[in-house]
């Protein structure tokens, strides 16, 4: 389920998926003084019993790149790639895209910054 912010992302175990979780990842927009405009995200979780919380922080430019960062926190806590949180329910990343482009007010087609993308932990 997603709300502008906020995506919301819950399995309950059956036949071909052994995994039960709960994950939230909430984000915003915040204005680091040293690097600019960042997308700034808390990932709270429930996977098979085991709570977590952990925050990251994505350079405007590297914010897309998102999914990976969540991917790689949920598989840290123990949830396997192929059953993560990213391969369904895709119209609520769409939806979450759009959200992130009118929050950072970002066009289609600007550039990357390479040095972005080695601190941001790509």
């Known amino acids: 389920m997603f709300q502008p912010g906020h995506l919301h992302r819950t399995n309950l175990p059956g036949l071909h998926e052994k995994s ?19 997308l700034h995200f808390r990932m709270v979780g429930n996977l ?5 919380e952990e925050e990251f922080e ?3 430019d590297t914010a897309f790149n998102f999914a990976s960062m969540a991917t790689r926190i949920a598989s840290k806590h123990g949830l396997h790639p192929h059953l993560g949180p990213i391969l369904r329910d895709h119209q609520d990343y ?14 289609s087609g600007e550039p990357v910054n390479l ?8």
């Open 48 to 52: 098979d019993g085991r709570v977590f």
């Open 94 to 107: 769409d939806a979450m895209f759009q959200d992130i482009r009118e929050k950072l007010h970002v066009q």
């Open 115 to 122: 040095d972005h993308l080695l601190k941001d932990g790509f």
């Open 20 to 38: 039960s979780y709960t994950l939230d990842l909430y984000y915003d927009v915040r204005n680091d003084p040293k690097e600019g405009v960042m």
């Open 58 to 60: 994505l350079h405007r």
